[in-house]
């Protein structure tokens, strides 16, 4: 959104307002943009948007909108303050920046459905990060458990001083520590679908507890993956790398670890309470 900004003004947070903090002052935010140079795009009618938003009773309102420049067009580059400028026709300024915003980025804000409730943003989001949480769980999960597939075939045909890999005990052993994990992780994956199914309270607490242990199974499937690859899991001919690579991206899509630690932590003791 804040593209056709310069990065200095999109990274001060004394030159632009945040929301839902303070409310703007659009004579400020004039004076922030006098010296603005819209960045030049080659290719047509892409519109880059600036949008500054205002919290009101009736949810955000547009205060700023500018379009990139582009060659050939007139208005390219012009700020449109809908906020501050509304025609007789528009009965308000959410009208006006509805109208402004279709004029200038041919985006229509009109049939925009409001998702929650109003007020409750934040509490929408970790709704939504929650079932997010449930459903990727079960990623992390059938991508551990075929990385374990892979490597407990691959540790069974390898042999070394006459034998399979496998059969030694430092094998097993960090083998069936990997099952268990998956295993676990799919159990909190199946409660978490139970909780999310139903829309049971239990939700929350189930949903950190399914992204915890499926994060920890898929990446500890992948380092192992690795290791027990021996010197072969490390180059590009084995697919060792794509799982690795893959639990570092699941592991940190909807917040890492840590996060949802805490966020278990602060859910269980609000039970208690």
């Known amino acids: 959104m804040w593209s056709c900004l310069r990065p200095s003004l999109a990274a001060n947070p004394e030159r632009h307002a945040r929301y839902p903090g303070d409310v703007p002052d659009l004579d400020r935010i004039r004076r922030a943009l ?9 290719a047509p009618r892409r519109a880059g948007v600036a949008v500054v938003l205002r919290p009101t009773d009736a949810g955000p309102d547009v205060l700023l909108i500018e379009r990139a420049e582009h060659p050939q067009d007139p208005w390219s580059g012009h700020m449109a303050f809908p906020g501050g400028r509304v025609d007789p026709e528009d009965p308000g300024p959410r009208a006006a920046a509805e109208r402004e915003t279709s004029e200038e980025v041919g985006v229509d804000l009109a049939p925009a459905e409001l ?14 990060l929650d079932r997010a949480a449930v459903l990727m769980a079960f990623e992390q999960v059938g991508a551990a458990e075929r990385a374990f597939d892979i490597t407990k075939e691959f540790t069974l045909g390898r042999y070394a001083f006459g034998r399979p890999v496998a059969s030694f005990q430092a094998v097993k052993h960090r083998l069936a520590d990997l099952w268990c994990a998956i295993e676990l992780a799919r159990s909190n994956a199946y409660y978490g ?20 242990a499926a994060t920890n199974a898929l990446e500890l499937a992948a380092e192992e993956m690795v290791q027990l690859h021996g010197g ?9 790398h794509l799982f690795y690579r893959r639990s570092k991206f699941l592991g940190l899509a909807l917040g890492s670890n840590r996060d949802w630690s805490d966020k278990l932590v602060r859910r269980l003791a609000a039970q208690q309470a």
């Open 193 to 212: 679908a139970w909780a999310l199914s139903g829309d049971e309270p239990e939700l929350a607490v189930a949903a950190a507890g399914a992204r915890i």
């Open 232 to 240: 072969v899991g490390f180059t590009w001919e084995y697919d060792c």
């Open 34 to 42: 006098d010296a603005h140079e819209p960045e030049l795009r080659d």
């Open 115 to 128: 998702l929650g409730t109003a007020g409750q943003g934040w509490e929408n989001a970790e709704a939504l």
